[in-house]
């Protein structure tokens, strides 16, 4: 176990050094920026999640008796993008690896921190520009600002919206655009690309769909902007435009931008396993280049949205081809995670609750995937709730997991302070629970044949949306949860010490909360990354050196 | 870059040195890095329309003829030798400031942002004839001649994909600027230019996308096997 002492109160660290609000938000250390990134998406988290709220209770009842249907639609509109612009995108990369980034490579900091923060400015001004959109009367193109929907037949505030995300957008790029060049140029020495923490791969491979994608959107998003407001028509039908070229542009970026949520969680989870099994992860290199394949992979696949939008034929056959292609590094890395816990010491601490939870749901999302790559089924279920199920297994029940998994890991690391565990138990138990209960009567309902975006259905599927609706008040209760024991567990959790969970990595070698520029001397590497044996040396009847 | 002279301070905290770097070299290749990353965001940002403009341009090829006959052609062609001057000049820069001729650095890069200035200005009298002569998309469009909707289309990729240089140029100006009055405080030395270097890039990166633009917009009709 840890043999470092408990931290005096006066040692200073990130947390003590400047107290004053200017300290914060102009501070260049990715660590209180990181924190800062937690504030804002948490918020955001909740707003995207009241929406959702007030979506299942509308559905609660056949008839459209809660909302209008112009209100519906601005509910699920809004309610995708801030969740996946303002929570989904920024919530792994941006918080915790901007946290630990630099420190599991042995940096002191990212290599641009101006720009880290610029980044973290940046999705504030978005974040507020949203807030503007839903206060003054919201946005109704769903979230994929479709044509010519979104440029001629819509009057609420488009351009706005899509401002708003075209400048998270560049918040996101700057935030991939760092990791990049800091995992290529600050590695502390010794630390080698074989030597790397699992997350970092996979937040490396996220950023390269940062970079390379979310400029598309960007682009796509200004030329609707241009068209409502300059009448540059690119994508107008009058001029001789292709809508489905917006569709085309815009899932180029937005197909991979799945991944972008999805593939930091991975690495979460692939992290939380090796620590909680005792083992190194099994396949090291194959998890790792499964997420550099996931990200190539990922550009190749868009137009799998758009099979019922009028593709060739050929196209479409080749694009399901390649969707399918998708699941071979996913099931890598599933099949390596399940591997790694094969004769491990397994203990039950929360992070590994959710880890597990990811893994069950995330193979569930990505095996309904699978349906939806297969053609004849994906014109089935097109436009249903099955697709809504699908999504949501990977997003919240991947991603969110993901997310949760990791806050609860590096807590002690981030705060300097244990969260209470029974209670972080019981939240990860209530989550799965309420998930589950949320959406899979989605699967049975929309392989049934209810639609996705009405405000009305027919009264047969009333049972299983009472179902989901009861299945989201629990979801919401266990979200809660953390957020206050997280809350509580700042001033009065037992303090952590420098390595509650014995764990493997460079964070873990220097103090909780870390000083401002993380360790107090350069760290020198010598061994590959999870090396539990060595760790676990003492209490293993085989005696291993430490690898190098 | 042959000769990249090596100057560092050896003891101390040499000037220009960010904390969290461990030397200028570290710090010098993690700036070059990440202008490179940002010129792939760049790449991908015009990909898209040029994308739309390749469609379009199959869909459409005689009403881009058209379209492309109602540019003027001297006006691209003089921006084309502006820019790339400028190129010559904002090379010849970075030059400089690799070499330590403070004088020189400032000059090249106020002669660099007059080449910009001056595109700048050709570009808006272009863009005052095409508005005059509404060819401006929108209900006040007109076009006299065959397409006219399709030419309305060139015309919007036209107005997007300039209109998107252009600005680039501006910020290119603008940042010039920056980096001119920091080099006449003297805040450049040869072991210290990387933002020089930097800055070379992106106007050589924006003066690359004009060379694209030059012939897809204007010299079509140029290249048209039946004229």
């Known amino acids: 176990m840890s043999t470092s002492a408990v931290p005096s109160p006066e040692r200073e660290h990130y947390l003590n050094k400047d107290y004053g609000i200017r300290s914060w938000l102009l501070t260049t250390d990715h660590k209180r920026i990181a924190l800062l990134y937690l504030m804002l998406i948490t918020f955001f988290f909740f707003v995207g999640g009241f929406f959702a709220l007030l979506i299942r209770l509308e559905l609660l009842t056949p008839a459209g008796d809660l909302v209008l249907a112009d209100t519906y639609n601005k509910l699920f509109t809004m309610h995708g993008q801030v969740m996946i612009f303002f929570f989904l995108i920024p919530a792994v990369p941006a918080v915790l690896g901007n946290f630990l980034v630099p420190m599991m490579i042995g940096a002191k900091d990212l290599a641009f921190p101006k720009i880290n923060l610029a ?9 507020c520009l949203m807030l503007y959109v839903i206060l003054t009367g919201g946005v109704d193109t769903g979230w994929t600002f479709y044509v010519p929907l979104s440029t001629a037949f819509l009057n609420t505030h488009v351009v706005t919206a899509a401002i708003a995300i075209f400048i998270a957008g560049f918040s996101s790029i700057f935030t991939g655009l760092n990791f990049i060049v800091t995992i290529h140029r600050m590695r502390a020495p010794g630390m080698t690309w074989g030597r ?15 970079v390379l994608g979310t400029p598309v959107l960007a682009i796509s998003l200004a030329l609707v902007g241009l068209e409502r407001t300059l009448h540059i028509g690119i994508f107008n039908p009058q001029l001789g435009g292709d809508p489905l070229l917006f569709q085309h542009l815009f899932w180029f970026y ?17 992290d939380v396993i090796a620590c909680f099994s005792r083992k190194r992860v099994f396949g090291y290199e194959f998890v790792a280049l499964a997420s550099i394949a996931i990200a190539v992979l990922g550009f190749l696949v868009w137009a ?7 593709i060739s034929l050929y196209a479409a056959m080749i694009f399901s081809f390649l969707s399918y292609l998708v699941a071979v590094p996913s099931a890598i890395k599933v099949f390596n995670w399940t591997a790694t816990m094969y004769k491990g010491s397994i203990s039950y601490d929360t992070p590994m609750l959710y880890a597990l939870g990811f893994i069950g749901l995330f193979t569930m999302g990505g095996l309904t995937g699978l349906f939806l790559a297969a053609l004849g089924v994906d014109v089935h279920v097109t436009d249903t709730y099955f697709i809504v199920a699908h999504f949501h297994y990977i997003m919240v029940g991947g991603m969110v997991m993901a997310y949760m998994c990791g806050l609860h890991f590096w807590w002690p690391k981030i705060s300097g302070r244990m969260y209470p565990e029974g209670w972080g138990r019981l939240a990860a138990l209530i989550i799965f629970v309420g998930f589950n209960l949320t959406f899979f009567p989605q699967f049975v309902m929309g392989y049934a044949g209810m639609p996705r975006r009405y405000w009305q259905y027919a009264p047969e599927f009333q049972v299983l949306n009472v179902l989901s609706t009861a299945g989201a008040t629990i979801l919401a209760v266990g979200y809660l949860l953390p957020m206050v024991y997280f809350l509580w567990s700042l001033r009065y959790g037992k303090i952590a010490g420098d390595n509650p969970w014995n764990a493997a990595g460079l964070e873990w070698m220097t103090t909780s909360p870390p000083p401002t520029f993380n360790f107090e001397e350069t760290p020198v590497v010598t061994w590959d990354a999870y090396n539990y044996d060595y760790l676990d040396r003492d209490k293993k009847d085989v005696k291993e050196a430490p690898v190098g | 870059m042959a000769e990249r002279e090596v100057e560092l301070v050896v003891e101390g905290h040499p000037p220009g040195l960010q904390h969290h770097f461990s030397d200028l070299e570290q710090q010098r290749e993690a700036s070059t890095m990440g202008m490179w990353v940002f010129l792939i965001t760049e790449v991908m940002f015009f990909g898209g329309m040029f994308l739309a403009y390749l469609v379009y341009r199959s869909m459409y090829y005689q009403a881009w003829v058209v379209g492309s ?4 052609f001297w006006f691209g062609t003089a921006n084309t030798a502006i820019l790339i001057c400028s190129s010559l000049t904002m090379a010849l820069a970075v030059r400089a400031s690799q070499l330590g001729h403070r004088r020189a650095l400032v000059i090249l890069l106020i002669v660099t942002m007059v080449f910009g200035i001056a595109f700048m200005t050709v570009k808006g009298v272009e863009y005052h004839g095409h508005w005059l002569k ?12 065959p397409y006219e909707q399709q030419v309305e289309m060139f015309f919007s990729l036209y107005w997007a994909m300039t209109g998107f240089h252009t600005l680039h140029v501006l910020i290119g100006i603008i940042i010039i600027g920056f980096v001119a009055y920091y080099g006449w405080r003297g805040e450049y030395t040869p072991a210290h230019h990387n ?23 204007y010299l079509i009709s140029h290249s048209h096997p039946y004229k």
């Open chain 1, 304 to 310: 799998h949205h758009m099979f019922v939008a009028g």
């Open chain 1, 254 to 270: 937005s197909h991979p931008a799945v991944y972008i949520m999805i593939l930091p969680g991975m690495g979460v989870v692939s």
């Open chain 2, 195 to 217: 933002t020089v270097e930097n800055v070379g890039l992106y106007w050589h990166f924006v003066d690359t996308v004009w060379i694209y633009l030059y012939p897809l917009l």
């Open chain 2, 134 to 145: 509404h060819e401006f998309p929108g209900p006040s469009f007109h076009f006299e001649g």
């Open chain 1, 119 to 127: 980044s973290w400015y940046l999705l504030l001004i978005a974040g």
């Open chain 1, 196 to 210: 790397l923490p699992l997350f970092i791969w996979s937040n490396y491979a996220t950023s390269i769909i940062q």
């Open chain 2, 69 to 72: 006959e109602a540019m003027d």
